[in-house]
C-alpha cells in the first residue's frame, strides 16, 4: 500500500486508541501523551499515520521495530461495536476465519502477504506488507487519463487476482483506484512502453498491479449474502452491494466503474446518466476507444447483475475472442504541417504486456490442414480506386469488411511482392489479409499469447512471428503450416527481424536477451553478449553485417552478427530506443524512442556510425512505437503511442502528420509502391497512399 504521508508526519508516533482525542505524539513516544495508550501495538509495531479509514476499519502505515531493518508494513484495524452475549464470539469467529482466508491469498504476488492478526483491547489487527509504490487515483490526479492500451493491460492483470480472490470465496467489495498501487521498480519495461506506470515488472516474479485494502471483504461461500452494513464505496460500488447483498459480480462491477474513471477522469456520479438509467461516459472519452473494449466495459456495469459478467474468466475470454466485425481501411492521409523545430511533449504500457491465460481451441490450430493461399494475380492499383465504393477524392476512402473479428493489432508486415499484409493480433493469431481488398486470406493460430512482432523472410516464403508466450514460430507462408518453433527465450519476445539475405533471425526478448538463429533447421546460432539492459528493438543493415539493439537505457548497441562481436555503443536518445529501422540502402539507421524523438544515424563515416548531420526530429507528443523506411528511403515514417503517425522528408522538407488511429500504432512500408500500412491496437489496419 502507497504511503500518502510527508516526511514530517512519517517523523510522528500515531495513537491507534480510537477513542483517542489527539493521537499525534513525538517519534520515540511509548506512551500516547493524551490517553496514556501503549503506542507500540504488539510491543513492537509503531504506526506513523492513517492511510484510509471506513465504518469498519481504520489502516496505517507503521513499522516493526522488532525486525532489525524495521520494514514498514500496513496494518489494519476493525474496532467492533459492543456486542452482547454470543455476538462478539461469532465476530471473533468471523474475524479468524478471515484472517485465514487473507492468509492465503496473500501468497499471491499480486495481494499483499499477510504477516500478523491478533486483537487488543477489544480490537482486531490484520499487519500486511507494505506495497511501495503509487496508487492509480494518485497516478490519474498526476497525469490526467490513461489511455486504452492501459485499461487493457489493468484488465488482464487484475482479472486473474480476482478470480484467485473469488475461488477463496471472498469477494473483495472496494476495488477502486486507491486501491489498485503500481509496485515501484528500478527499471521500467521498453516493450510496455505506453502503459507509463502501468506496466508489468520484468525483473521481478511479482506483477506491476497489486490489489491492496480487502478491510471490506465479504465471504462469498453461500451466494449472495445479506450483509448487516454496507461496505465499499459508493462511488464505485454495485447496486445489490449499496443494498448489502454484495455478489462476486460485485466485484466486477466495481472494477468496470474503476477503468472508465480512468478514461475519463471523472466520477462515477457524474458518467451515470440517471434520467436515461444509463452510463453516458463515452461522451467523457477524449479520445474513442475501440468497439471491443466499450462492449466489455458496458458489460462489466451493467447495473442489472443478470446482464452483468458473472465470472472474470467471461470477461478475459471476450478480450481474447469477443466476435465483432473488424475494419481494413484504405486510406489517402489527412495531411497537416509541422515544423522541423516543433517541440516534443514528454505507456507500456505497452505493451500490454496484456498476458492472458492459454487460449481455448481454436478452429485451425498448426497441427490441423490448412488450404493454401490462393495465387494472387493483379498491379498494384492506383489510389482512385480504394475509394470507389464511398467518398469523393478530396477525403479518405474508406471500406469496411464485415465477416473478421476486432482484434487489436501489435504487428505488421507487408510480402516483398506487396500483395499480401500480414498481422500480429492481440488473440495470438497471425492474419495474411489481400492488400487491395482486404479480404482474409488465412488464419495462422498456435501462439499462447499475444503476437507481438511479424517479419517475412526476403524470398517471401517464411513468416517469423514472436509471441508474448515466449516462443518464436516460423510458418510456411504458401501452406500457412508451422514448419517450427523456436523456444530459446525465458519470457516473451519483442520483436523478430530476417538478416538481409534471410539466412539468420534475430530476436529480442523481455529476458534481456538478443538472440541469433538459423532459418534453414532453427538452431539457436548465438546470445551476444554485452546486453545489460532490456532491449526492445533489432535492425540488420547489409553494411559490414551490423546488427542493432535499441536498449531501456537509451544506447543503441552494434554488432557484427556474423561473427558475433560487439563493435559499439551509440548515445543520443534521453530514454529507452523503442523502434529501429534501416533504409534500403543499408547505410541510414533510424532510431525512435521514448524521449518522443527520431533520429537519423549515418552507418558509413570512418569511425563508426554517428548522428547524420546531428538531425532529431521532433513533433511527437507521446512515445515512439514504430519506425519504417519507404522504399526509395526519401521518407521516414514514425508512429507513437497515441496513434499520431508522422512523415519525416530525407532531403529536408515538410514533414507532415497522418491523423487516423485512437492508440498505438505499427508501420510497415508495402515494397511495391509508395503505400504505407499502419496497424493498431484500435482494432485497424489501414492503407495510405503517400504520393499522387
Known sequence: MSDGGSPAERQMSYCTNPHCQNPQNLDRATVCKSCESNLLLKGRYRVFHTLGQSLACRTFLAVDEDQPSQPRCVIQQFCAPAAVADGGTQHNRTFRGSASV?????????????????????????????????????????????????????????????????????????????????????????????????????????????????????????????????????????PEQIKGQAIPSSDIYSLGVTCIHLLTGMSPFDLFDIKADSWAWRHYLKVPVSARLGRILDKMVQREPSKRYRSTEA??????????????????????????????????????????????????????????IPEIRFNPPPMQDFS?????????????????????????????????????????????????????????????????????????????????DGTIKLWNFYSGKLIRTLDGHQDGVFSVVFSPEGQALASVGKDKTLKLWQVDDGAELETLKGVFDEVHSVAFSSYKDTLFS????????????????????????????????????????????????????????????????EVTFTGHADRIQSLAFSPDGQTLASADLSGTIKLWAMDGGEPGTLKGHSTWVELAFNPQDKTLISGSFDDTIKVWRLSP
Open 550 to 613: 535499441g536498449n531501456g537505457d537509451g544506447t543503441i548497441k552494434l554488432w557484427n552478427w556474423k561473427t558475433g562481436e560487439f563493435q559499439a555503443t551509440l548515445t543520443g536518445h534521453a530514454d529507452a530506443v523503442s523502434a529501429l529501422t534501416v533504409n534500403p540502402d543499408g547505410n541510414i539507421l533510424g532510431s525512435g524512442g521514448w524521449d518522443n524523438t527520431v533520429r537519423i544515424w549515418d552507418i558509413t563515416t570512418e569511425h563508426g556510425p554517428q548522428p547524420s548531420g
Open 315 to 372: 470477461i478475459l475470454t471476450d478480450m481474447k475472442y469477443g466476435p465483432a466485425p473488424v475494419e481494413v481501411i484504405l486510406s489517402k492521409p489527412k495531411w497537416t504541417l509541422a515544423m522541423w523545430g516543433a517541440s516534443a511533449v514528454a505507456l507500456l504500457s505497452v505493451l500490454l504486456g496484456v498476458r492472458l491465460p492459454s487460449p481455448a481451441p481454436q478452429a485451425f490450430t498448426s497441427g490441423e490442414p490448412v488450404s493454401s
Open 102 to 238: 487473507l492468509g492465503e491469498l496473500g501468497k499471491h504476488p499480486q495481494i499483499p502477504k499477510l504477516l500478523a492478526s491478533f486483537e487488543v483491547e477489544g480490537c482486531q489487527y490484520l499487519v500486511q506488507e507494505y506495497i511501495e509504490g503509487r496508487n492509480l487515483a494518485d497516478r490519474l490526479s498526476e497525469k490526467g487519463v490513461v489511455k486504452e492500451i492501459q485499461i487493457w493491460y489493468l484488465l488482464s492483470e487484475l482479472l486473474p487476482v480476482l478470480q484467485f480472490v473469488h475461488e477463496h470465496q471472498l469477494i473483495h467489495g472496494d476495488i477502486k483506484p486507491s486501491n489498485i498501487i503500481h509496485r515501484k521498480t528500478p527499471q521500467a519495461s521498453p516493450a510496455l512502453a505506453g502503459k507509463e506506470d502501468l506496466n508489468p515488472l520484468p525483473q521481478e516474479s511479482a506483477s506491476g498491479l497489486v490489489l491492496v485494502d480487502f478491510g471490506s471483504a465479504i465471504p462469498a461461500n453461500s451466494g449472495p449474502l445479506k450483509t448487516e452494513t454496507v461496505t465499499g464505496s459508493a462511488e464505485y460500488a454495485a
Open 388 to 468: 470507389s465504393g464511398g467518398e469523393s477524392q478530396s477525403g479518405p476512402a474508406v471500406r469496411t469488411l464485415a465477416d473478421r473479428d476486432k482484434n487489436p493489432v501489435w504487428a505488421v508486415a507487408v510480402t516483398p511482392n506487396g500483395r499480401v499484409i500480414v498481422s500480429g493480433n492481440n488473440d495470438g493469431t497471425i492474419h495474411l489479409l489481400h492488400k487491395r481488398r482486404g479480404k482474409l486470406l488465412k488464419v495462422l493460430a498456435g501462439h499462447l499469447g499475444p503476437v507481438w512482432s511479424v517479419a517475412v523472410s526476403p524470398d517471401g516464403r517464411t513468416i517469423a512471428s514472436g509471441s508474448a
